[in-house]
């Protein structure tokens, strides 16, 4: 059974910076690309980032790129997302989720953690 | 970065069915058989549904069902349940490499 697991949110100041895990257990992460995706209060999902399953290509939405980067340690199975420069609209939710397909569906999602950027 | 373009909400009586429409461009669901619909109940995290246009994973029942036309793509509900009541989102991938999701369906059943 798939599993993921975030972790790394809390309150952090404009700025400043922050680094999101993702712990993935009960499949073979390395054969899968993986997605950060962010939900701010009140609002739905928006796409954030994606890493190919060999880490070969990252590609980000223009509103992290530059700010942010995805990585990922396969033989500690965890996805990351270091998120520097934060701005209060970076408040959100962060999920992960396994890419399933061709750049096409997120199959697994974690529960997600909470980044909140105030002063 | 624009969002695929979704009708805010949508209501049915149970047994009924129910259609979401997703607006996208040239770029993304017009060029791409890569549209995606998640189910998303409050406080929890999006549930796939739909992949690849019309494909439906495993455990996802058959009343859901997906299409596409040029840059429109769609879900319909069949069957209406209270069950179903919940925030639906598209997405599709998109030619620069990038993911782009829907503004959101609120389904209500009456």
């Known amino acids: 059974q798939v599993r993921l697991v975030e972790s790394g949110g809390g309150v952090v100041q404009p700025g400043r910076s922050r680094r999101l895990s993702c712990a993935a257990s009960g499949f073979v992460s390395r054969g899968y690309g993986m997605h950060w995706v962010r939900q701010a209060p009140g609002k739905g999902p928006e796409w954030v980032a994606v890493i190919w399953h060999d880490g070969t290509k990252q590609y980000y939405s223009d509103s992290v790129r530059g700010r942010f980067t995805i990585s990922r340690d396969d033989p500690k199975d965890t996805l990351y997302l270091q998120m520097n420069s934060l701005r209060v609209e970076d408040t959100a939710v962060y999920y992960c989720?396994?890419?399933?397909?061709?750049?096409?569906?997120?199959?697994?999602w974690g529960q997600g953690t909470q980044v909140i950027v105030s002063s | 970065q624009s969002a695929l373009i979704q009708p805010p909400s949508v209501s049915g009586s149970p047994g009924q069915s129910v259609t979401i429409s997703c607006s996208g461009t040239?770029?993304?669901?017009?060029?791409?058989?890569?549209v995606s619909w998640y189910q998303q109940s409050p406080g929890t995290a999006p549930k796939l549904i739909i992949h690849?246009?019309?494909l439906r994973p495993s455990g996802v029942p058959d009343r859901f069902s997906a299409s596409k036309s040029g840059n429109t793509a769609s879900l319909t509900i069949s069957g209406l349940q209270a069950e179903d009541e919940a925030d639906y989102y598209c997405?599709?991938?998109?030619?620069?490499?990038?993911?782009?999701f829907g503004t959101g369906t609120k389904v209500t059943v009456v």
């Open positions: 040239t770029s993304d669901v017009g060029s791409y058989n890569r």
């Open positions: 690849d246009v019309t």
């Open positions: 997405t599709s991938y998109r030619s620069d490499n990038t993911c782009v």
């Open positions: 989720a396994t890419e399933d397909g061709d750049f096409s569906h997120m199959g697994s």
